[in-house]
């Protein structure tokens, strides 16, 4: 089963199996505004209902919790990137900074200053790059 969230896994199992939100709710002895929330991933079944609904879907606790693992696995990931991104951006002000300073005290060349800002620059471009990928 691939990994989607557990909200969507829930929705395309309780269609599979023919049965309205009202079906699941009264066999998992819950209220369908509680399924429907499930569905769109606004909130979680209790932990201790998990043996259940794997048994009313026929399947194990492990492929349901692996939905949910895979949804932190992704947001792991992008809060990855995020970092990447912000780490990329103060290592261009850095140099900026450390250019114009260094400048002012007349404590660079010219040929280092460059260098520095070409550094700065191919930092910001790598996060424009990244962007344009997502």
Known sequence: MKKQTFGNMIAALRKENGM??????????????????WERDLSLPDVSSFPKLAEIFDVSVDELMQVKLGAKENAGQAGIAGIVQIALKGVALAMGVAVVALSAMEQIETDAA????????????????????N
């Open 20 to 37: 309205t939100q009202l079906e699941l709710a009264e066999k998992m002895g819950v209220t369908d505004k509680a399924v429907s929330k």
């Open 114 to 133: 460059i260098g520095m800002l070409g550094i700065g620059l191919a930092c910001l471009a790598v996060t424009q790059l990244s962007k344009k990928e």
